[in-house]
T-cell receptor, first 114, second 111 residues
Framework: NAGVTQTPKFRVLKTGQSMTLLCAQD?????MYWYRQDPGMGLRLIHY???????AKGEVPDGYNVSRLKKQNFLLGLESAAPSQTSVYFC?????????????FGQGTRLTVV | AQSVTQLGSHVSVSEGALVLLRCNYS??????LFWYVQYPNQGLQLLLK??????LVKGINGFEAEFKKSETSFHLTKPSAHMSDAAEYFC?????????FGSGTKLNVKP
């Protein structure tokens, strides 16, 4: 199994450009998440989804949009990129449950906005 | 909202020495707690998780963590550090399937 796959792995954008990050999971997980990782700040939740067709805001949602049209895919969009969005982005998924829930992570996307 | 605090952004130990990475959570209701490890240029990998079954949790690579409700802590330990343990470690709390992460602790292991 591939687990959680993110594409692309690296990207450089100019300020004002748009792009979409794709996350795909093959574990039939209900929950999916997008985080950004910045030095000294850990991982901060951008948006998440509790199931196909649903999305919700996390801690730092401004400047990002998401969609979950298919259960296995969770897309993160930047409509007008800003230098403050330079970061490493991680997608994760988790099964629904109370006791055995854990988050499974992709390898990350390193985004630089110049 | 749930929050997780990791004390010490950088910890340096000698090979063979005890590793202690600190994590405190803030919640009146103990959440599910996790420790993840991140090696350079990789994603996060689960080390261990606390799900209320036992207060001392053993994980992979010889790591363990003890949940102490009275101290709202979930510190990570390993009796003897290896060079391969050098990585960044994140404590996380799960509150209704939303995961909150601490700011991370980079572990350096000196030969």
């Amino acid at each position: 199994n591939a687990g959680v796959t993110q594409t692309p792995k690296f990207r450089v954008l100019k300020t004002g450009q748009s792009m979409t990050l794709l996350c795909a999971q093959d574990m039939n997980h209900e929950y999916m998440y997008w985080y950004r990782q910045d030095p000294g700040m850990g991982l901060r939740l951008i948006h998440y989804s509790v199931g196909e067709g649903t999305t919700a805001k996390g801690e730092v949602p401004d400047g990002y949009n998401v969609s979950r049209l298919k259960k296995q895919n969770f897309l993160l969009g930047l409509e007008s990129a800003a230098p403050s969005q330079t970061s490493v982005y991680f997608c994760a998924s988790s099964p629904e449950g109370d006791f055995d829930t854990e988050a499974f992570f992709g390898q990350g996307t390193r985004l630089t906005v110049v | 909202a749930q929050s997780v605090t990791q004390l010490g952004s950088h910890v340096s130990v000698s090979e063979g020495a005890l590793v202690l990475l600190r994590c405190n959570y803030s919640s009146s209701v103990p959440p599910y707690l996790f420790w993840y490890v991140q090696y350079p240029n990789q994603g996060l990998q689960l080390l261990l998780k606390y799900t209320s079954a036992a207060t001392l949790v053993k994980g992979i690579n010889g790591f363990e963590a003890e949940f102490k409700k009275s101290e709202t802590s979930f510190h990570l330990t390993k009796p003897s550090a290896h060079m391969s343990d050098a990585a960044e470690y994140f404590c996380a709390a799960d509150n209704f399937n939303k995961f909150y992460f601490g700011s991370g602790t980079k572990l350096n292991v000196k030969p």
